[in-house]
Each structure stands twice: as structure tokens, then as C-alpha cells.
């Protein structure tokens, strides 16, 4: 983008890339060291169906038995 700022600070380029997230056509989430799901964006909620509140907490493995 043209004349765009950036902030060039850690704090910065973490809000750059939450806003990204948010904004991606992509479903994306983020697990925890055990695999659970700690978030996902809007697009994976619009994608799979799921809302978030349905899959907070649980593994991708358990998403797929809603398939079965």
C-alpha cells in the first residue's frame, strides 16, 4: 500500500498480524501446547459452521465427528 505506516515495534507487527487474521477469506485457528483451540476468525466460523464458542476449547481431531 502506498504512504501506508507500519509500526515497526513488536506490539505493532502483533496487531498487524491479529487485524490480518480477522480480516483473512481463510478460516484460520490457534491451539495451545495441547492442541486445543484457543481462537479462531471469523472465516473459519463462516466456512465450517461451527460458532466459536462450539469449538474453544476442544481439539481439531473432535471437530471431525460433527462429519460422522
Known amino acids: 500500500m502506498a504512504g501506508a505506516r507500519t509500526d515497526p515495534t513488536l ?3 502483533i496487531r498487524e498480524a491479529a487485524r490480518l487474521m480477522e480480516t483473512t ?3 484460520v485457528f490457534f ?5 486445543r483451540i ?3 476468525n471469523p472465516s473459519f466460523c463462516r466456512l465450517t459452521g461451527f460458532a466459536a464458542s462450539e469449538v ?7 471437530l ?3 462429519a460422522a
Request: hydrophobic share 25%; proline share 4%.
Open 11 to 13: 506490539a505493532g507487527q
Open 25 to 27: 477469506g481463510q478460516g
Open 31 to 35: 491451539t495451545d501446547a495441547q492442541q
Open 38 to 40: 484457543l481462537h479462531v
Open 56 to 62: 474453544i476449547g476442544r481439539t481439531p481431531d473432535r
Open 64 to 66: 471431525c465427528l460433527r
